[in-house]
């Protein structure tokens, strides 16, 4: 017989039973269920992920990975792109299962989501007008320097040069827009991204100059939800078969190597942890 103490009893045990069993749930399970894995992207940022003006479809060196991670997995990549400051809070929220969104693996946000292995490895750099005289980086002191707004390289140039008066924008394209516009006399941005953004110019670019100096190591790496290991596993193995078969060079050679508007000589780095 039920007394009313032992039915509110089971009504708790069968609320943490199912508080459990949600906490449990596999993400990876989900996205084969759903046969999609929607990744956040930038979609403004050449050569990681950029709309091609030819075909209007989203393009890049993340959006392959991205896609041989679908592969794998045996689902269709899905893309919705968000601005950098919406990144950690749309995976966090539901709204997308991973980020390829130029993200950079650091120690505050491992608080906040898991990273898979480091793929990119880049560091900020500024670009300045070659008319400012500007040729160190102390002399952007209160001066005014554009970049992304909740991207690493705000906090990059905040730490590097305290007094500048650092202007942010919702992307990169805007940012870079607004040097070009005379709006700052410094822009920065990650080093790999910058020399993409410097090929677009053509004969203007000598209106334009990288000071050497770079502003902070960048690992650039894959974001998933806290917790889901399943997720983590497959997509890490992923990422290594890339290295392993050679794919990860040619992926490289084909988004940033010579001849592209990045023409980065030779890949100083190898696909293999995700430690930072």
Known sequence: ??????????????????????????????????????????????????????????????????????????????????????????????????????????????AQVDFALTHFVTGSKVMVRAGSGITAL?????????????GTQETNIRAAVPTAEVVTFENTQQAFQALRQGKGVAYVND?????????????????????PTSIGNESIALGLRKGEKSLKAVVDQTLRELEASGAAEQLFNKWYGPGTRANIAKRSFKISTDKI
């Open 191 to 211: 080093e790999s991204s910058l020399l993409a953004d410097y090929g677009k110019l053509g004969p203007a670019a000598k209106g334009f100059t990288i000071l």
């Open 1 to 110: 017989m039920f007394t009313r103490r032992s039915l509110i009893l089971g009504t708790f045990a069968l609320s943490a039973s199912l508080l459990a069993t949600a906490a449990q749930a596999d993400q990876l399970a989900d996205v084969k269920k759903k046969g999609t894995i929607v990744f956040g992207v930038l979609g403004t940022d050449e050569p990681n992920s950029f709309i091609d003006p030819k075909t209007r479809q989203l393009v890049g060196y993340e959006i392959d990975i991205a896609t041989a991670v679908a592969r794998k997995i045996g689902v269709k990549p899905v893309f919705k792109q968000m601005s950098v400051s919406a990144r950690i809070p749309e995976l966090q929220q539901g709204h997308v299962d991973a980020l390829a969104a130029t993200l950079t693996h650091n120690k505050e946000r491992e």
């Open 138 to 150: 102390p002399q952007l002191a209160g001066k005014k320097v554009v970049t992304v707004r909740g």
